[in-house]
Antibody, heavy 116, light 108 residues
Framework: QVQLVESGGGLVKPGGSLRLSCAASGFTFSDYYMSWIRQAPGKGLEWVSYISSSGSTIYYADSVKGRFTISRDNAKNSLYLQMNSLRAEDTAVYYC?????????WGQGTLVTVSS | DIQMTQSPSSLSASVGDRVTITCQAS??????LNWYQQKPGKAPKLLIYDASNLETGVPSRFSGSGSGTDFTFTISSLQPEDIATYYCQQYDNLPRVTFGPGTKVDIK
């Protein structure tokens, strides 16, 4: 069965960095676009970034452009999100999800807290 | 960006009731709209894609309709396990996909 498992979240100070990972299994990872979506505590959903199946096409939300970098390693069935210059407003649960127009599988999420 | 609004923001209904949620886009998005269910502490789950298509494995009491700017999501007979927040999401202007603010559904 399809599984997406995020890791790498935690507490970080403003201005700090964090790298999230998402381990995929149960499907041919290299065939699918993948996305990161986040949800601030008690708030709604916000798309963050997506990457094409080959990694050649990448897009970011304006709120993270220039600070976050999405990447993937198809040999390792893994998706990544490098987050730099973190701000308090980046505090959220970060989900990796399969797809780009509709997300049919999601991970359980990893909490990123940006606080001094 | 395309703005999505949902109404109501919350509702309480009895088991067996018909529940309807509306979602409105700030511009024509054709049928590029999906619906998700999110239970507390869990990841969202895709229920309806392309406005009216039921995702595999989703109970048939869930349905969606609409096109253009106005969309409707319906639970034909509310069940206790349907307690959740429901989100619409448009993908008309990739990559700038946006979600509605959500509708929280409770049991009366």
């Amino acid at each position: 069965q399809v599984q997406l498992v995020e890791s790498g979240g935690g507490l970080v100070k403003p201005g700090g960095s964090l790298r999230l990972s998402c381990a995929a299994s149960g499907f041919t990872f290299s065939d699918y676009y993948m996305s990161w979506i986040r949800q601030a505590p008690g708030k709604g959903l916000e798309w963050v970034s997506y990457i094409s199946s080959s990694g050649s096409t990448i897009y970011y939300a304006d709120s993270v452009k220039g600070r976050f970098t999405i990447s993937r390693d198809n040999a390792k069935n893994s998706l990544y999100l490098q987050m730099n210059s973190l701000r308090a407003e980046d505090t959220a649960v970060y989900y990796c999800a399969r797809g780009v127009t509709a997300w049919d599988y999601w991970g359980q999420g990893t909490l990123v807290t940006v606080s001094s | 960006d395309i703005q999505m609004t949902q109404s109501p923001s919350s509702l309480s209904a009895s088991v067996g009731d018909r529940v309807t949620i509306t979602c409105q886009a700030s511009q024509d998005i054709s049928n590029y709209l999906n619906w998700y269910q999110q239970k507390p502490g869990k990841a969202p789950k895709l229920l309806i894609y392309d406005a009216s298509n039921l995702e595999t494995g989703v109970p048939s009491r869930f349905s969606g309709s609409g096109s253009g700017t106005d969309f409707t999501f319906t639970i034909s007979s509310l069940q206790p396990e349907d307690i959740a927040t429901y989100y619409c999401q448009q993908y008309d202007n990739l990559p700038r996909v946006t979600f509605g603010p959500g509708t929280k559904v409770d049991i009366k």
